[in-house]
């Protein structure tokens, strides 16, 4: 199996970077091929504009989808773009590993998806949900949160986790076509002790080693 993990945290420190960590070593061991973008130590760039091509449709007027399907008919996707739109081609598994920031993903991984699922190349003709273009493919979300799990309740303060990350497996991961694996999240990470970031990683390695 073919792994891609798209990595969203500052500090290689970070509770993130042991599960992404975890993750690399986990699916090495078992076989798998693994690849990483670690979007803040490449200085990936999650600003959208004429710079995510080198082709153009419409020198006069800029309209982002209609430059990216010209650009995916035309092989005219920047090289960073093209080096990311690569690896999802070439997984079976695509995971993406960030915290729980304002509610939502870190911009930089929103970003990497405004400008790497571009249309043509990840939906567009019809092509969404079950007749997605990366159908046959997983996806799963592995994040942390600052604040304990009681409070990502229905009748918790923040609200369902589910709402929250509904935009992300609906609206991203089934709208191209992936199956999504149930996400893994470790709640009130800042928190937490040595024993129980250990248990955390243990919870994590079993999952992994059971996604088929």
Request: proline share 4%; net charge negative.
């Amino acid at each position: 199996m073919n792994i891609f993990i798209v990595y969203a945290h500052q500090e290689p420190q970070s509770f993130n970077a042991s599960l992404k960590n975890l993750a690399i070593e986990v699916f090495t061991q078992a076989g798998h091929n693994v690849t990483v973008s670690d979007l803040y130590a490449m200085n990936f760039n999650p600003v959208s504009g004429r710079h995510n091509f080198t082709t153009v449709q419409n020198p006069d007027f800029y309209k982002q989808q209609l430059e990216e399907i010209y650009a995916f008919d035309n092989n005219g996707f920047a090289a960073d773009i093209n080096a990311e739109m690569e690896k999802i081609v070439w997984c079976d598994l695509l995971i993406f590993q960030f915290p729980i920031w304002w509610f939502s993903i870190p911009s930089i991984l929103k970003g990497w998806i405004d400008r790497v699922l571009a249309m043509g190349f990840a939906y567009g003709g019809g092509r969404i949900f079950d007749k997605g273009v990366f159908k046959g493919k997983k996806a799963m979300l592995s994040l942390t949160t600052g604040g304990p799990e009681k409070m990502f309740t229905k009748e918790g303060l923040f609200g369902d986790i589910d709402m929250l990350l509904y935009p992300i497996h609906h609206g991203v991961f089934e709208f191209c076509g992936f199956e999504v694996i149930p996400p893994f999240i470790v709640y009130g990470v800042a928190h937490l002790d040595e024993e129980n970031r250990k248990k955390y990683l243990d919870v994590y390695k079993d999952k992994l080693l059971n996604i088929k």
